[in-house]
């Protein structure tokens, strides 16, 4: 049974910075891409960052480039994501996700197994 465990969320100033973790379990956790999705209160669940099996090919969803950073430690089971720079409109329930497949993607139709989420609340 595969297993995501997100944590490391939190309530932040705008400006400030947090690192979000998920830690896998159940597959074989290298051969697999993973991604990052949030919602908001009130909207639809949107795509922020992808990395592929091997952690060389990474992909942002366009509001976090630059500021967001993915990366994954296939040693540890285990995939981050970077926030910096953080806004008010970041706010929401942050999602970790395991692929169907090695490659990334920001579709979620893509991804089989889901975490239940670590929030992330940045003020103003």
């Known amino acids: 049974q595969v297993q995501l465990v997100e944590s490391g969320g939190g309530l932040v100033q705008a400006g400030g910075s947090l690192r979000l973790s998920c830690a896998a379990s159940?597959?074989?956790?290298?051969?697999?891409?993973m991604g990052w999705f949030r919602q908001a209160p009130g909207k639809e669940r949107e795509f922020v960052a992808a990395?592929?099996?091997?952690?060389?090919?990474?992909y942002y969803a366009d509001s976090v480039k630059g500021r967001f950073t993915i990366s994954r430690d296939n040693a540890k089971n285990t995939v981050y994501l970077q926030v910096n720079s953080l806004k008010p409109e970041d706010t929401a329930v942050y999602y970790c996700a395991g692929a169907s497949g090695a490659s990334g993607s920001s579709l979620s139709w893509n991804y089989k197994y889901w975490g239940q989420g670590t929030q992330v609340t940045v003020s103003s």
């Open positions: 159940g597959r074989t956790f290298s051969n697999y891409a």
């Open positions: 990395i592929n099996y091997s952690g060389r090919t990474t």
